[in-house]
């Protein structure tokens, strides 16, 4: 008879390929390697099958394809197939160190937690762009610590690029109901009000690859904007004053011109606190990198990430 897996590793994938070989990858390393592997094909034209049939012999691995849907409704799919304990999702743009399933283990055991989230970070392999958008992302500067890189900001909420929970949250949640946009958000909220206990594990980390360019990013933080609208409209509450602080941003920015005519003193002032922010964004950067050019690079990704979100928050709003 086969042995039950204590994990489960769900990822689904949307026309990546090359992203889901570095994470198959990294999963070969694994000092705890009891899981599987069920990757979930979103629809994709450009498909990962043969990535993952080059991993058949290494990797308990499950291969599904279905029609686009979202990631909400393909994560779902692949908790469904799952035979582990435990069902483990990640984004197909991660990668996880070696130890992500012992510090996982060693935290269960001292916390017997329900369900739990990890931090993402970047990877000197990354490029100096995806470093520097990976700072930014997970930054007290521009996120406000939420996102995992502090003990507790709030009620910690685990994001989709490195969630773990036990199948019996999937079975009394039905798991997640929205298909994209900030679907991770509103499932953690659903965990939090059915009674289940939810934690951190700081040491379960993983590398978190994200766009390629500028552009992408504006546009990936932009849905995440309009995502933290969609749960304020289903959970009135649920939007705290930081999630705010990206459109206060945004509006600032096209305010200051004509503040700068009508109140010169004001506006002047207004720069050189924009200024001082952004020269602050990058030390913090190289403080926590070590490079001169991803710290120069921060600055704009930080501009970028903080003026996407608030346009996409905004424009939901409005709407």
């Given at each position: 008879m086969?042995?039950?897996?204590?994990?489960?590793?769900?990822?689904?994938?949307?026309?990546?390929?090359?992203?889901?070989?570095?994470l198959l990858t990294s999963l070969l390393h694994q000092t705890v390697a009891d899981f599987e592997v069920i990757v979930v094909e979103d629809g994709s034209t450009d498909t990962c099958a043969a990535v993952c049939a080059q991993f058949q012999d290494r990797l308990k691995i499950v291969y599904h394809y279905k029609p686009n849907s979202g990631p909400g409704p393909s994560r779902n799919v692949g908790f469904r197939l799952a035979k582990g304990?435990?069902?483990?999702v990640f984004d197909s743009d991660c990668q996880l160190p070696p130890h992500y399933f012992e510090a996982v283990e060693k935290s269960l055991e001292a916390n017997a937690w329900d369900a739990w989230g990890g931090p993402d970070r970047g990877h000197p392999s990354f490029t100096p762009i995806q470093q520097a958008m990976a700072y930014t992302m997970s930054s007290v500067f521009t996120t406000g610590g939420i996102r995992g890189n502090k003990k507790?900001?709030?009620?910690?909420?685990p994001r989709s690029f490195n969630m773990g929970l036990h199948r019996?949250?999937?079975?009394?949640?039905g798991g997640f109901q929205f298909d994209r946009y900030a679907e991770d958000i509103e499932f953690s909220i659903r965990m939090r009000r059915a009674g289940f206990r939810v934690g951190l594990i700081a040491d379960a980390f993983v590398y978190h690859q994200r766009r390629e360019n500028l552009r992408q990013f504006w546009k990936q933080v932009a849905n995440?904007?309009?995502?933290?609208?969609?749960?304020?409209?289903?959970?009135?509450?649920?939007?705290?004053?930081?999630?705010?602080?990206?459109?206060?941003?945004?509006?600032?920015?096209?305010?200051?011109?004509?503040v700068l005519i009508l109140l010169p003193g004001?506006?002047?002032?207004?720069?050189l606190a924009l200024a001082g922010y952004l020269l602050l964004l990058g030390i913090d950067c190289l403080r926590v990198t070590g490079s001169w050019w991803v710290a120069l690079l921060a600055i704009p990704a930080g501009f970028v990430q903080l003026t996407g979100y608030g346009?996409?928050?905004l424009r939901a709003w409005w709407r």
């Amino acid at each position: 008879m086969p042995t039950t897996p204590r994990f489960s590793v769900i990822v689904p994938v949307f026309n990546r390929p090359l992203e889901i070989e570095a994470l198959l990858t990294s999963l070969l390393h694994q000092t705890v390697a009891d899981f599987e592997v069920i990757v979930v094909e979103d629809g994709s034209t450009d498909t990962c099958a043969a990535v993952c049939a080059q991993f058949q012999d290494r990797l308990k691995i499950v291969y599904h394809y279905k029609p686009n849907s979202g990631p909400g409704p393909s994560r779902n799919v692949g908790f469904r197939l799952a035979k582990g304990e435990f069902l483990v999702v990640f984004d197909s743009d991660c990668q996880l160190p070696p130890h992500y399933f012992e510090a996982v283990e060693k935290s269960l055991e001292a916390n017997a937690w329900d369900a739990w989230g990890g931090p993402d970070r970047g990877h000197p392999s990354f490029t100096p762009i995806q470093q520097a958008m990976a700072y930014t992302m997970s930054s007290v500067f521009t996120t406000g610590g939420i996102r995992g890189n502090k003990k507790h900001a709030g009620w910690f909420q685990p994001r989709s690029f490195n969630m773990g929970l036990h199948r019996r949250v999937f079975e009394k949640t039905g798991g997640f109901q929205f298909d994209r946009y900030a679907e991770d958000i509103e499932f953690s909220i659903r965990m939090r009000r059915a009674g289940f206990r939810v934690g951190l594990i700081a040491d379960a980390f993983v590398y978190h690859q994200r766009r390629e360019n500028l552009r992408q990013f504006w546009k990936q933080v932009a849905n995440f904007g309009r995502g933290r609208v969609l749960v304020g409209r289903k959970f009135p509450g649920e939007i705290k004053w930081v999630h705010g602080f990206p459109s206060l941003f945004l509006l600032g920015l096209l305010a200051l011109p004509v503040v700068l005519i009508l109140l010169p003193g004001l506006g002047w002032a207004g720069l050189l606190a924009l200024a001082g922010y952004l020269l602050l964004l990058g030390i913090d950067c190289l403080r926590v990198t070590g490079s001169w050019w991803v710290a120069l690079l921060a600055i704009p990704a930080g501009f970028v990430q903080l003026t996407g979100y608030g346009y996409g928050f905004l424009r939901a709003w409005w709407r």
